[in-house]
């Protein structure tokens, strides 16, 4: 520090070293841990993989983030994560805030969505990690999408059922039997693995039709008993099974007639035309049950851990936003009430472009969160797909620390992480600079 | 802040409103209210079912989720906390995870303070410029400082222990500290700071006994974010310990095994959320206006 200049104001000196005094705690730790560290960050990002500097390798460690598949997946990742999050978290906000503005409980429904944030975002890595379980007995995502695919196309009754006697053929989806059938005639399908939790419920004792003179029928039945039984034939001990959808088909091969199983296991295709005819079980009854959706898998993971992200971040949106909102001029909404506007249109109109500045600080936030997601990564991505959920800063950490090694690499990650939030600094630097 | 409320409500004849409108608009508000009512609790169920997850024995979270505690409620157990708890690792974890987000807490809002009131009350050549490098550092990403340091911290020893993990979340957070107690100090009454210096009292005795306790609801702000950003960070630890881990770290070393050892993760995780919440429902105001005022980060 200079020293005060001859004839100068007394105690200037003393006053400066005070400032110094007071500053230089912060100064200090800001220069070793922030200035000193960004600077060899840069120069490093231009050498080799080991050592303090390594050797020179120019713009190498560049080149390999634009080209080794590793690293772009990891840029369009952080890409998608730009243009989903943000939107979303501002979206999601402006409606919530919206919709709290005249009720009263309101307190109580923002503190419920401003939760997550004060929770770790490895935390909440973790908790969404056990939703999207695939097993729908264990995922509580996929136990909903389990309901809802049931009712849409409800599972079969013999998902892992198979033909008794090679007569029964797999046919578009269900079993055909081979046997041509005319008007009088019977057919038994014999169907085996079928264990016994999975017969449905209310099945009898399989009974053999008697032939009806201008009908088909015929029986499904578990073609299996205790000791096993013969194929083929309906003995005593094996049950029939109940509402099995069975086809008729013409010669032609197409469905003329269907029909349901009773409890014994039998049906009947009445009035049948003379001619010859197949009988056979509907794809329907061997529907699969559903299996859950791979949320954690290798085309859905970024997909999970944006839904995840916008969970914690929502809130942060509603609580900015309602304060823009609680500072609105009302005259100005009133007026436009009065010149007859309806309320979309105060809205769009009105409430949007003044919050246009609330909105911008909540999407410049969001940016510069999202540019350096890492610990929501680490905990819900399992370490099978950490390659399909790859971003920036997660690529940085595992290059330079977790077994990679590459500090050139590493380094050139880190300055094209702070290259992608210097325009934030820069408007940073112009607002306050207004300011003053 | 909110603006405070005028003395007297002001009489101002207000246009009758029909019995028919109001009902209408009583009414209107009906489904808006189920929805908020739905959407709160679909917000809840993560948490929740974390917390069910938490109670439950490894044996039945292998074969049914937690929504099973509704049909079987008598499966609910705290043998996982109880096993926790002798679990020396985690509480050593806990242990860790307090001393770097308290010592970090103490150590930016005190240093930060001094700055921040430097930049405010103090005069001296360059300030404006030193300002603006302060607020050019507050969105310097992490990422940029972890190669050197982990380098750096080798050579110094810092390397693995829980003031060197305190001290880099101190540095990063000071920027931010700054400029939010800059902001609010310079907002403070300017007379009674003339006349205490008026009154001979030298600018360290100002700053303790003036400007902290005046400062207090902007240091509250501040403390509550220092404290959970550190106890809430995975990155800078992982990076900078090894033995010594706080809470995330040591739960994300059970991660590989993540079904048959979510008898140790869910209720782990659990925990570690718990201090979080209990600050942030007893801070929640505090917490919102540091939000409020730092969102230019």
Redesign the interface.
């Known amino acids: 520090m200079a020293a005060p200049p001859p004839g100068g104001e007394p105690g200037r000196f003393a006053r400066y070293l005070t400032a110094a005094v007071f500053l230089a705690p912060a100064f200090i730790m800001l220069g070793v841990w922030m200035v000193y560290p960004a600077v060899y960050t840069i120069i490093r990002s231009f050498f080799g993989p080991t050592g303090f500097l390594g050797s020179w390798v120019g713009t190498d460690n560049y080149k390999t983030l634009f080209t080794s598949s590793y690293f772009t997946t990891a840029i369009k990742n952080n890409a998608i994560w730009v243009a989903v999050v943000p939107a979303f978290v501002a979206a999601i906000g402006l409606i919530f805030a919206v919709l709290t503005e005249r009720i009263r409980w309101s307190l109580a429904f923002k503190t419920v969505v401003f939760l997550p944030i004060a929770i770790s975002a490895f935390a909440t890595g973790v908790t969404w990690r056990i939703l999207y379980d695939q097993n729908p007995d264990t995922g509580a995502i996929n136990a909903l999408g389990r309901v809802v695919s049931d009712a849409v196309t409800p599972p079969g009754v013999l998902s892992n059922a198979l033909p008794s006697t090679a007569s029964l053929q797999p046919h578009s989806g269900g079993l055909l039997l081979k046997t041509p059938l005319h008007p009088g005639g019977v057919a038994l399908l014999g169907l085996t693995g079928i264990a016994p939790q999975d017969v449905p419920s209310g099945a009898k004792q399989a009974v053999e039709p008697a032939a009806k003179q201008g009908d088909i029928n015929g029986a499904v039945w578990r073609d299996f008993k205790p000791g096993g039984g013969k194929p083929g034939v309906v003995e005593k001990g094996e049950l029939g099974l109940p509402g099995v959808s069975v086809e008729l088909r013409s010669s032609a091969g197409k469905v003329v007639q269907t029909a349901k199983t009773g409890a014994d296991g039998s049906f009947e295709f009445t009035d049948v035309p003379a001619g010859t005819y197949q009988a056979g079980v509907g794809a329907s009854s061997f529907a699969k049950p559903f299996g859950g959706y791979s949320w954690l898998g290798p085309s859905l993971i970024t997909p999970s851990l944006l839904i995840a992200y916008i969970w914690i971040w929502a809130g942060f949106a509603m609580v900015v936003i309602a304060a823009g909102l609680s500072s609105m001029p009302r005259d100005v909404l009133e007026a436009a009430r009065t010149d007859g506007a309806t309320e979309w249109q105060v809205f769009r109109r009105v409430t949007v472009p003044l919050l246009a500045p609330v909105l911008t600080v909540v999407f410049i936030t969001m940016i510069i969160n999202v540019l350096k997601v890492f610990d929501i990564v680490f905990a819900l991505a399992p370490e099978s797909e950490y390659g399909h959920a790859n971003v920036l800063a997660f690529a940085m950490w595992q290059t330079a620390f977790s077994g990679g090694g590459n500090f050139g690499v590493g380094s050139a990650i880190a300055v094209f992480i702070f290259l992608l939030v210097l325009p934030v600094l820069l408007l940073n630097i112009r607002r306050f600079r207004r300011e003053v | 802040m909110?603006a405070a409320a005028p003395a007297v409500e002001a009489k101002v004849p207000v246009p009758q409103e029909r019995v028919s409108t109001k009902v209408l608009r009583i009414l209107g508000?009906g489904p808006?209210?189920i929805?908020?009512v739905v959407?709160?609790l679909l917000?809840?169920?993560?948490?929740f079912?974390?917390f069910i997850?938490s109670i439950l024995p490894l044996s039945d979270?292998?074969?049914?989720?937690?929504?099973q505690i509704f049909s079987h409620p008598g499966h609910a157990t705290w043998s996982n906390y109880s096993a926790l708890f002798h679990n020396s690792g985690l509480l050593t974890a806990l242990k860790t995870t307090a001393y770097i987000a308290v010592g970090n807490t103490v150590l930016v809002v005190f240093?930060?303070a001094?700055?921040g009131?430097?930049f405010a009350w103090?005069?001296?050549?360059g300030r404006?410029w030193?300002?603006?490098a302060?607020?050019?550092?507050?969105?310097?990403?992490?990422?940029?400082?972890?190669?050197?340091?982990?380098?750096?911290y080798d050579t110094l020893g810092l390397f693995d222990t829980w003031y060197g993990i305190a001290?880099?979340h101190?540095?990063?957070g000071?920027?931010f500290a700054?400029f939010l107690l800059r902001n609010f100090f310079i907002g403070l009454p300017k007379d009674i700071l003339e006349s205490a210096r008026i009154d001979g009292a030298s600018?360290i005795r100002i700053?303790l006994r003036l400007i902290l306790p005046l400062g207090l609801p902007a240091i509250a702000s501040l403390a509550i974010f220092q404290f959970?950003w550190t106890?809430?960070?995975?990155?800078v630890a992982?990076?900078f310990g090894q033995n010594t881990t706080p809470i995330?770290v040591w739960?994300?070393g059970q991660?590989?095994e993540?079904g048959s050892s979510?008898d140790i993760?869910?209720p782990a995780?659990?925990i570690?959320?718990l201090i979080?919440?209990a600050?942030?429902f007893a801070f929640?105001r505090y917490?919102?206006q540091g939000?409020?005022a730092g969102?230019?980060?």
């Open positions: 909110a508000r808006v209210q929805v908020l959407i709160g917000w809840l169920v993560p948490t079912g974390l997850t979270l292998a074969t049914s989720g937690w929504w240093v930060g001094l700055a009131y430097a103090l005069d001296f050549p404006d030193l300002f603006i302060v607020i050019a550092l507050l969105v310097v990403p992490i990422q940029m400082a972890l190669i050197p340091m982990f380098r750096l001290l880099f101190t540095a990063f000071l920027p700054i600018e700053f959970l106890w809430n960070d995975l990155l992982l990076t995330t739960i994300s991660l590989r993540f979510l993760i869910a995780s659990f570690s959320l979080p919440l600050v942030f929640q917490f919102v939000l409020l969102s230019v980060k």
